[in-house]
């Protein structure tokens, strides 16, 4: 089992900028590989970043890709979303993921994730 706990949203305003964290516990988190998804109201989950066991590869979609940035620590045991040139369509819930033995790419879908944390709420004001 897999515990995750989000911090950092909040509200910012468009163009700015939040950095998002997920404590991990329970299992070794240097094997895990840990993504972030978010979801909006009415709109379905959907991947905007992962990151492998290791760190050394990363995964984004194209409407995230160059302005959020995954990244790791595993002294921390934690994962981090920053997120750059934010816009009003960015906000969402987001949520962070872990898939158990699996490769970094399943992260880009909701049926290959292993553990979910609560979610954190990111509101971009325009």
Same mark, same amino acid.
């Given at each position: 089992? !897999?515990?995750?706990?989000?911090? /950092?949203?909040?509200? !910012? ?5 939040? %950095? ?7 299992? =070794? &988190? ?6 972030? &998804?978010?979801?909006?109201? /009415?709109?379905? %989950?959907?991947? #905007? ?7 050394? %590869?990363?995964?984004?979609? @194209?409407?995230?890709?160059?302005? &959020?940035?995954?990244? %790791? *620590? @595993?002294?921390?045991? =934690? #994962? ?9 369509? *960015? +906000?969402? #819930?987001?949520?962070?993921?872990? +898939?158990? *033995?699996?490769?970094?790419? *399943?992260?880009?879908?909701? @049926? ?7 979610? =954190?709420?990111? =509101? !971009?004001?325009?």
């Amino acid at each position: 089992q !897999v515990q995750l706990v989000e911090s /950092g949203g909040g509200l !910012v305003q468009a163009g700015g900028s939040l %950095r998002l964290s997920c404590a991990a516990s329970g299992r =070794t &988190f240097s094997s895990l590989a840990m993504g972030w &998804f978010r979801q909006a109201p /009415g709109k379905e %989950r959907e991947s #905007v970043a992962a990151i492998s066991w290791n760190g050394g %590869r990363t995964y984004y979609p @194209d409407s995230v890709q160059g302005r &959020f940035i995954i990244s %790791r *620590d @595993d002294a921390k045991n =934690t #994962v981090y979303l920053q997120m750059n040139s934010l816009k009003p369509e *960015d +906000t969402a #819930v987001y949520y962070c993921a872990a +898939t158990l *033995d699996r490769p970094y790419l *399943d992260l880009r879908s909701v @049926d290959k994730v292993d553990a979910w944390g609560k979610g =954190t709420l990111v =509101t !971009v004001s325009s």
